[in-house]
């Protein structure tokens, strides 16, 4: 199978951060928010840059929608950074009605998404972020795989016009993609091809989902893996023509079974070509305190249980 | 009562606890921890009326606390233990997979002591109102007491919460304010301008006194004060002037501490400048 090099591991947040500088140098409209969050976000380095573009809201996230909503009218390109649950559960509303109805052109930079936000523990670890955003109306909704792709979709999302849900998260984990690879939005990418099983991933699953490539190789399975980082559109073609070939889904996501990839990959399936499909998810849990990777283990987001889904969709043919 | 002699040696310990908790799990916000270890002493040791033995979550019959600043928890879990809700030794499994003493106050692991989860902030202040507007519907005496962030406060649902209280007379309520003029990003005068805190709860229609966090003698004469509010038909916000970090030279009043881990040479240098106790480490 195509071998994939972790170039040194890395944290998807400073992707963002880098990607929000480039994004502010190309483009003088590019202002950045957050909610005293601005180290966590690694929004330093832009604030640095452009201080006059850089607006510290203090620790109240729901005005700070609304604020970068108001910017957004006056043509700015505004993109707001906390939390995961921060700029999603605790400021629905204000998503909802100020940027997704309004039209505004605000980008929701979700930092410390899913459980491997770590020791903080449920409070801080939204596992229901997707869904929420999901089900907006016209809502871009992105999760990139490393390093290097969350700094390409950050750039992305500041040429697109419209409302987008960029996530990311806390941990280090492989960088593995292109360092300059353009970030299409609504396009999936074929990590590698495969006949017996696809395995559709988005975040860092994505790299969960090539170990479990290669661990179902070495078994004589043969898997195709896909990187769904745009969740909103989703990319169905490349879906279709994938299962087309190999009959049998494994969907992974650090995220609740509601709501997420998962569903919304199912969707598609029980419309246009049903398909067995195996789901990767936190279930429906709550999160708690741990280490990333004991979390990982324990919520059954690894490789190993990637590998195990994929086992038992293809019994299901 | 205990003297300040005691609770200053209870505090000294607790600060201790909440180095080396934050330290074992080399994650934690040891900054405000350490502003308001001495208010949440002085409470649990002198004023709460409340019963570890006896303690249930509906807090039928006695006190009940809040910790709206959920990321408070070193302090939190400490003078909890110390005062005897569960044994001292789980200090040390704090913030570990499968812990009761979650990262931020959890209600799922069953943790004695704790009435509601917080950590999301801005949230605490309301479940005190309802806890207090509860106990006034029960004709249940107790009070309900609650301890915000100064950054905290700029959450709008803090107000929201302020309005509320003093629409519906809940002078069984006191809350607090960890007034470290600190949060993760800087000052908070530098974050949000927070403007005169004392005038904005006057203004809200709350008894307000201001008072030394670190000074056991202005600590208990705001809460005499504050319990003599019961009657008044307001709550009471204390406004505790505190310091980040506080005990420990190099913590000491920067928001540098808000959540970093201190590394082992400076926790051997804050453990030797607190000094050891008759109370023992966990
Ligand atoms: C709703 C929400 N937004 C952001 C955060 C992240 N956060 C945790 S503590 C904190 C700063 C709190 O400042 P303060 O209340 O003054 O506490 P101190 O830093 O003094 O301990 C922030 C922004 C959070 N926990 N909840
Ligand atoms: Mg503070």
Known sequence: MKKYIDTGKKDTRSGFGVGLLEAGKADARVVALTADLKGSLKMDAFAAEFPERFIQCGIAEANMVGAAAGLAITGKVPFIGSFAEFVTGRVYDQVRQEVAYGKTNVKIASSHAGITLGEDGATHQTMEDIALMRALPEMVVINPCDFNQTKNATIAAAKYVGP??????????????????????????????????????????????????????????????INMATIKPLDEETLLTSAVKTKAVVVAEEHNMAGGLGEAVAGVFARALPTPVEFVNGKDLFGQTGTPSALMEAYGLDAQHIAAAARKVITRK | MYSNEKLQEISTQVRRDILRMVCKAKSGHPGGSMSSTDILTALYFNVMKHDPATWTRD????????????????????????????????????????????????????????????????????????????????????????????????????????????????????????????????????????????????????????????????????????????????????????????????????????????????????????????????
Not at chain 1, 170 to 198: C, L
Not at chain 2, 64 to 79: D, N, W
Not at chain 2, 102 to 123: M, N, T, Y
Not at chain 2, 190 to 200: H, I, N, T
Request: with cysteine; hydrophobic share 40%; net charge negative.
């Open chain 1, 164 to 225: 987008v849900y960029l996530r990311f998260g806390r941990p280090s984990v492989p960088n593995f993609t292109p360092e300059n690879e353009e970030f299409v939005i609504g396009k999936a990418q074929v990590m590698n091809e495969g006949k017996d099983v696809t395995i559709v991933a988005c975040g860092h699953l994505v790299w969960e989902a090539l170990q479990a490539a290669e661990i179902l190789e070495a078994e004589g399975i043969c898997a195709e893996v």
């Open chain 2, 59 to 282: 807090g039928k019959g006695q006190d009940m606390f809040i910790l709206s600043a959920g990321h408070m928890t070193p302090v939190y879990y400490s003078v909890l233990s110390r005062a005897g809700y569960f044994p001292v030794e789980e200090l040390g499994t704090f913030r570990t997979f499968g812990a009761r003493l979650q990262g931020h106050p959890s209600i799922r692991k069953g943790l004695p002591g704790v009435f509601q989860a917080s950590g999301s902030l801005g949230q605490g202040l309301s479940a005190a109102c309802g806890l207090a507007l509860g106990k006034k519907m029960d004709k249940d005496d107790n009070r309900v007491w609650c301890l915000c962030g100064d950054g905290e406060s700029e959450e709008g649902q803090i107000w929201e919460a302020g309005m509320f209280a003093v629409f519906h007379k809940l002078d069984n309520l006191v809350a607090m304010t960890d007034w470290n003029g600190k949060q993760i990003d800087g000052p908070v005068s530098e974050v949000s301008g927070e403007g005169d805190l004392a005038a904005k709860w006057e203004a809200w229609g709350w008894n307000v006194i201001v008072a030394e966090g670190h000074d056991f003698d202005s600590i208990q004469q705001a809460f005499e004060l504050a319990k003599a509010g019961k009657g008044s038909g307001k709550p009471t916000m204390i406004l505790f002037k505190t310091e980040m970090g506080h005990g420990v030279d190099f913590m000491a009043g920067t928001h540098k501490w808000h959540g970093s881990v201190p590394k082992p040479e400076q926790l051997e240098d804050a453990l030797k400048q607190l000094g050891e106790t008759s109370l023992g480490d966990f």
